[in-house]
């Protein structure tokens, strides 16, 4: 019922952008908070950055933060990853994630892995040197 598509994935060399896309459908996209996860060879899951029903709040992770910015259009049912500078150790495939929106998103639960109800199956990110 519920599909999450990431898109965007690719190759670039150190310092270099890309542009993530994620889209969702089965679900009322503007109820969901959305996340990026990443999880690179032989290590675990871990959290990117996450934002609620709009632009205003947002989440990242310290390594993430000025780096990469989370943005979505609830019209297009599309969650973005902008990413910048990026570093070989960025290299990781990305994930999208849905959470139904409680009435309080906290960044505990918008940090958090298990929170998540919906994933798509990833897109791969290599940066090169």
């Known amino acids: 019922q519920v599909h999450m598509v990431e898109s965007g994935g690719g190759l670039v060399q150190a310092g270099g952008s890309l542009k993530l896309s994620c889209v969702a459908a089965?679900?009322?996209?503007?109820?969901?908070?959305m996340g990026w996860f990443r999880q690179a060879p032989g290590k675990e899951r871990e959290f990117v950055a996450a934002?609620?029903?709009?632009?205003?709040?947002?989440y990242y992770a310290d390594s993430m933060k000025g780096r990469f910015t989370i943005s979505r259009d609830n019209a297009k049912n599309t969650v973005y990853l902008q990413m910048n500078s990026l570093k070989p150790e960025d290299t990781a495939v990305y994930y999208c994630?849905?959470?139904?929106?409680?009435?309080?998103?906290?960044?505990?639960?918008?940090?958090?892995?298990?929170?998540?109800?919906?994933w798509g199956q990833g897109t791969q990110v290599t940066v090169s040197l």
């Open positions: 934002i609620s029903w709009s632009n205003l709040s947002t």
């Open positions: 994630a849905a959470r139904r929106l409680p009435t309080f998103f906290t960044t505990a639960q918008a940090m958090a892995l298990g929170e998540y109800d919906y």
């Open positions: 089965g679900l009322t996209f503007s109820s969901y908070a």
